[in-house]
């Protein structure tokens, strides 16, 4: 039962992006994902509203004074299992605004982060490929090999039995019609 | 209301002799010191002789034991400074909002930063720094140090006054919302469907980068003004160095100029182009909303192309720009405008035709041109309205001034026409870079300039996507400045939405505000 959970969830993330006080180059950057060029929905990855239906947390920015509770907050609603990835180097440090005195700086600081993708902003390809190392992190279950003794040959072969009976159809047809 | 052409600072002259000081060709076209309240009658006078004046920005700067307050003023012909001060034991002035509405939001961020009364102000109160704000610090002044201020925390939701009617009804929007892309809190009051009121929140992505830049040296700077936002950053960083370069009055060369015109453009395409899309995504129109974003991503191929990196160009720095530009690269860069240009009649077509987007767009928002001019919007919120205010045209700057385009101008003020100023505006863009490349000064692009600039302050003004983007610089004759203000185009247009969603539905909201084009990195700075 797990092992479907967890394939289900490699299979289709929902995620969530909160902007905790970013400069819109990493959000600009995750939409762009959604669109034809990179197209992520191919993989199953759904960008969620709600914070209740999201399995993977995307933050981006420095964490402003005003966003730290909000960003608390969202994290409590969403149900377990959870993943916070924290994108661009505002996310994963404070980056260039580290320091300022409005700003938390580092995801890390207010809530737990499971995957940090520096970059200012990370190209998509780059948040395209920590998502994935996220997913793979997760061990999915591997297609499982079935035992030799279990192979039964008209049971593995359910191919060719479906074309027998095409054949089969394809015949009476003819006869049929003659 | 007297003819536009006024002459400006010769009628202060005369109306107000020896009690104001004028300084010619300081920050614009002169500027103009008037202490002991003397500001508002200077700018009664200037509202009485001209129609189009309005405020473009307001600058607080601690000078020691006193705060300068700079009132930034645009009439259709000059652009003006007016000096006021206060000292910093009693830094009461009066407000200017009754004058003119336009001044409301930039005195209150003046208050919030610096700390200066502005008496007689209709709704004072935290605007960009959060409510849990110590009272009595205020971080733009220099005794200020940047990690020492503590905050209280405060809880995740805060308290929401009720409407005391009970048929009124708030709702909150934000500050994480699926329709906004950014943190912010807009409280929206509705009597059934219609909006009655609109209170906003600001400062959820206030970083203190004004505060910050007077920690780096210059050449940093640029990089911190183009963090600013990330979608117009060729436009910030060449608004800085604009800005650095009148201090040092070096002319950069011809070709640097036009390769600046290439990137501004570029980051003009691109914004626009995402904008288009956006506004669909709003009204949940999703196809056309890809369409526009998948037509986006050469332009992004184009930014990299020309400046190496795919959002931050980095192009901009002080004396010209950081790379050449290729012969080779050029045939590209035509290719992929000329297919661009190809598809906007199919856009225009679906703008114009399109049921779904007309009924959304049409006569929502409807901002008069007097409303426009009185709350001095800018940039395609203004055009869409009639009032035509384009820095490229009023003040060419860079190589604007050999750049053959015209001024968009819509009249009817509505959603509809914002967008299409933008889409007008796409084609525009592509003939000014089409001029660009095809006529590129040989030579250098790009001088080299000392490190510390010398004593002096400068306003530089220019046309970002979003409308004026306007950047005051002084520096104390050290490798860092002493004071960067920024006024950006949104925070200039959140008035008019204010204005305008009250009276429709509660609907049309989310289509009325993205055609702003907003961006709250801007705004907060």
Redesign the interface.
Known sequence: MTDTKTWARVKSPWVL?????????????I??LL???YDVERFGVKLE???RHADVLLVT??V????A??L???YEQMPQPKFVVAIGACACSG???E?????VGGVDKVIPVTAYIPG??P?PEAILDGVVKLLNALNPPKPKKQPKQAKAPEVAKPEAAVAQAAQGIVEEEKQVAK | MQNSTVDMIGLIKSTFGDKVQIQLGALGAAAITANNGLHRDVLKTMLAADEKTGITAITGLDLGAIIGVYYHIHTSNVFVTIKTEVTKENPKTQTIVDLHLGAAFHELEVADLLGVVFEGHPSPGHFVLSENWPEGIYPLRKDVKANEIKLVPTPASEEIQLPENKRLVKIIIGPQHPALLEPEKFAVTVDGETVTKVEPRIGYVHRGIEKAAESRGYMQDVYLMERICGICNSCHAYGFVGAVEKILKTQVPPRAEYLRVIALELNRLHSHLLTLGHACLEIGYETVFQYFWRDREPIMDLIELTSGNRVYSSLMTIGGVRRDLKDTDIPKIKTTLEELRAKLPFYRQIYENEPTLKLRMKNVGVLSKQDAINLSCVGPVARGSGYDVDVRKDEPYSAYAEMPFKEIVYTTGDTWARMNVRMDEVEESINIIEYAVDNLPKGPFRLELPRSVPAGEAIHRLEAPRGELFYYVRSNGTDMPDRVKVRTPTFANIPSFLKTAIGESIADVPANFVSLDPCFSCTDR
């Open positions: 992006h909160f902007n905790s006080g970013a400069c819109n180059g990493c959000d600009i950057e939409v762009a669109t034809p060029k509203p709600s914070p920015g420095c402003t004074q005003q966003c509770e909000r608390k907050a969202i980056g260039v605004f320091g300022n005195y409005n700003v200012c902003p190209r």
